[in-house]
């Protein structure tokens, strides 16, 4: 086969510039290995960039496949003796527009960028895990170090990174506080929250104080989210503000606020992924997946993610497992 079914989209626009296209299939190259793809995960980068913000900056030439989350079978490896071999089962991030996007049959990523799928998760609850889960990881653990006796707030807990955020903070100890809608109180508890803040009735900035960190997922674009969380933080604190481009006067703010502040840019880290996989095996992280659409339905799922009311993951059936 030298062609392959993929969504792509051929200008910059709304959810219907989402169709399926009959493309090239992509060549291995160098260390990379082919993988033929079962599911792929939506995240609102790939909305972002479909309508001109998040990765567009370095769109190529039409069309683009977008789609970073994928798991699925390898169908050539890196090289012969490779402990990762041809049908073994894989998932994995890939980096779009730098190669091809998941929302297609098969994709070339290097080596790097994925690990052996969880024995425990189906494609479709694999393919929820790897932007989202890498995301919080190094937020929460490589940027904040979360431990015991720390205070952490959360915004967006119920989304995809945010109920990895939850786990990952209250599994290495520290205090977890995060917003959320009425609807999903009680599931954030469950999470490891130990303090729900429902927006739909409450200004955080009301009823929190003297956190140690805030791992803002909402951003300044909604209701100066991130300003106002400046309040919350203990002096010194640290606010990690993973929306970006949203608050061009960060540094500035946080300065005079007398906190520190970072934004967050998600590496594609296989061996971060091994080390979430050994959490998702055991049970200690669980991955959420709130609706699955058929490839087919690509523009449907990111109707779906822009409402911005998802319980974890949204994905996609890309082809028979």
């Not at 993929?6 to 990379?32: F, K, T």
């Not at 429902?198 to 929190?208: A, G, L, P, Y």
């Amino acid at each position: 086969m030298s062609t392959m079914r993929a969504v792509v989209i051929d200008a910059i626009g709304g959810p219907a510039e989402l169709h399926v296209a009959e493309i090239d299939r992509p060549a291995r190259v160098n260390s990379e290995f082919l993988v033929r793809v079962v599911a792929a995960g939506v995240n609102p980068i790939d909305t972002h960039s479909r309508s001109g913000d998040g990765a567009a900056a370095a769109f190529g030439p039409f069309p683009i496949a977008l789609g970073n989350d994928f798991s699925g079978h390898v169908v050539e490896s890196s090289y012969e003796l490779h402990p990762i071999k041809a049908g073994d089962e894989v998932y994995g991030m890939t980096m779009v527009p730098r190669f091809g996007g998941a929302y297609a049959e098969y994709i070339s990523v290097p080596a790097t960028c994925l690990t052996r799928k969880p024995r425990a998760l189906s494609h479709v609850e694999a393919a929820a895990v790897p932007m989202a889960a890498l995301t919080a990881w190094g937020a929460v653990v490589d940027v904040a170090k979360a431990h015991e006796g720390q205070r952490i707030l959360i915004h967006a807990g119920a989304g995809g990174v945010g109920h990895f955020a939850i786990q990952f903070a209250s599994y290495f100890g520290a205090y977890v506080i995060t917003t959320g809608s009425t609807r999903n109180t009680n599931w954030l508890r469950e999470l490891g929250a130990r303090q729900v803040v429902d927006h739909t009735t409450s200004r955080f900035e009301d009823v929190v104080s003297e956190v140690d960190v805030v791992i803002d997922l909402i951003g300044n674009l909604t209701d100066q989210t991130s300003t106002r969380s400046l309040a919350v933080l203990k002096r010194g604190g640290l606010i990690v503000s993973v929306p970006s481009g949203g608050w061009p006067t960060m540094a500035e703010d946080a300065a005079a606020a007398g906190v520190r502040a970072t934004g967050y840019n998600v590496p594609a880290d296989g061996s971060t992924l091994s080390v979430i996989s050994r959490l998702l095996e055991s049970g200690d992280v669980r991955v959420f997946v709130d609706q699955v659409f058929e490839l087919d339905q690509a523009a449907a799922a990111h109707a779906a993610l822009e409402t911005c009311h998802t319980r974890g993951k949204i994905v996609l059936n890309v082809s028979p497992g």
